[in-house]
């Protein structure tokens, strides 16, 4: 079996004492993570990657993630490609919020693709960028080091993320970020996680919403078929939500556990985000 790498300086959060100065290049490009995710992501591929493998950004938006991960990723020095997915689409809402709020100008039309390829232009040498649904891709096969996840936003494309790219981690020292995982639309993400236990193990929290895990072993079919959310009832993803509880806790999260399980009473049988009503309004 091979080793499992020491995660235990994860405990620490030793991105927290990343300056903002050293990843300034990457703080023009718009993003919508908090500013501790921000300096996790420029710490992840500074300091923990070994450039063995891949780095794969799963909903990137205008690339604000891609940037600080590929600018962690030039100052050490590291050669491994890096691979960002999107649809590359905004309505006019999200343009006003999340762009022009945030010094872009304003532009006609939804897509982004464009400014996406103009904002990461100084990692052009190091980034691909994948255009369309996620689900409509293929992965070349080659090994991933870093996985970010922040397009599972149904639990039909949870279980295509999973099978697209799971098997490809390195068993022992890649990384599951899952960008997700604390937010109340989204439940099928912490239970898809706490099925595949025997795969990953939870790393760390950092907040608003994150959770990394580690690959621990090799994904295979028993892998995929264990971590299937799509084939869950309401019923089940409430009982697996109480089994999740236990790790909400020891990070004094267990609230927005209960704001799920609200979330999917108050939502029968939806299985996309978007669609999911607040049960707190
Ligand atoms: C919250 S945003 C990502 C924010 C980004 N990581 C950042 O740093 O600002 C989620 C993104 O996932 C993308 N997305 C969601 N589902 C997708 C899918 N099935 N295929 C491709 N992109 C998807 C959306 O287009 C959106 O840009």
């Known amino acids: 079996m091979k080793m ?3 995660v235990s300086d994860f405990k620490a959060a030793p991105w927290r004492d990343i300056d903002r100065v050293e990843m300034e ?3 023009s490009v718009p993003t919508m993570l908090s500013k501790r995710e921000q300096k996790l992501y420029y710490w992840l591929t500074s300091h923990w990657t070994q450039d063995i493998g891949a780095v794969v950004d799963l909903g990137c938006f205008v690339g604000g993630s891609t940037a600080r ?4 990723h030039v100052d050490a020095g590291k050669r491994h490609w890096i691979h960002a997915y999107d649809r590359f689409k905004a309505d006019d809402r999200t343009k006003a919020q999340e762009l022009y709020r945030k010094g872009i100008p304003p532009f006609d039309g939804t897509d982004i693709y464009w400014l996406a390829r103009d904002l990461l232009e100084p ?5 691909t960028l994948h255009r369309g649904d996620i689900l409509t891709k293929t992965w070349d096969g080659s090994p ?12 039909e494309t949870t279980d295509g993320i999973a099978e697209r790219f ?12 899952q ?3 604390f937010h109340w639309r989204l439940p099928w993400i912490p239970v898809q996680m706490h099925l595949m236990q025997d795969w990953f193990r939870p790393v760390a929290f950092c907040p608003d919403d994150t959770v990394i895990f580690q ?9 995929l078929t264990a971590g299937k959310v799509s084939r869950l009832d309401d019923g089940a993803l409430l009982d697996h939500l109480t089994e999740v509880q236990p790790l909400a806790r020891s990070w004094r999260k267990k609230q927005r556990i209960y704001r799920m399980k609200r979330a999917i009473r108050a939502n029968p049988g939806v299985r996309t985000g978007y669609r999911m009503v607040d049960p707190d309004k």
């Not at 991960?69 to 962690?72: E, F, M, R, T, V």
């Not at 991933?144 to 639990?155: F, G, N, Q, R």
């Not at 690959?215 to 892998?223: K, L, S, V």
């Open 123 to 127: 990692w052009e040498d190091r980034v």
């Open 144 to 155: 991933i080091e870093l996985l970010v996840m922040d397009a599972a936003k149904s639990t």
């Open 179 to 181: 960008q997700d995982y």
């Open 25 to 27: 290049h990457a703080m």
């Open 215 to 223: 690959n621990i072993r090799q994904i295979d079919e028993a892998a």
């Open 69 to 72: 991960l590929a600018d962690g």
């Open 166 to 177: 799971f098997p490809y981690l390195i068993p022992g020292q890649s990384l599951v970020v």
């Open 4 to 6: 499992v790498r020491d």
